[in-house]
């Protein structure tokens, strides 16, 4: 048995989209968002496992059923706001080997690293809770 690092104590009632005030205004209730697409962990059960299973608090995100309805959320820049959402949430030493160990188990890794992903955050964007 393979024992890992405790996941955080987040409370699993928090109700906000992950995307809250860009680009659009919530509705349609919250549905649960993949960082890296069904599609691609469809391929690769391993992953798909990590990531719905071992860490869905890293992988798996809140977003408002619009969001994910129109997908807003799969845009480019939404999932560098969602990652940067789970840093800011949990940290980039809790996150950082979690997100590499899932990137290792791709052959096709193009658009997984972090650094990309991250590169894609407006310029001017400022995160929720960065405004408390």
Known sequence: MRLRKSTPNIPNNTAVCGLL???HSCSE???GHHLISK???RGNPKAKRYAEHTHPEVFITRVCGFANRT????QQVARAILLKGKIDLFGMDYVL???EEIVGMFED???LYMAWI?????DD???VSDTF
């Not at 997908?71 to 799969?74: E, I, N, T, Y």
Request: net charge positive.
């Open 29 to 31: 209730g919250f549905n």
């Open 21 to 23: 005030g860009w680009r």
């Open 97 to 99: 080997p979690i997100w």
């Open 39 to 41: 599609n691609r962990l």
């Open 118 to 122: 991250l590169s894609n955050l407006p």
């Open 125 to 127: 964007y400022l995160h």
């Open 71 to 74: 997908k807003l959320a799969d």
């Open 109 to 111: 890794k193009s658009e």
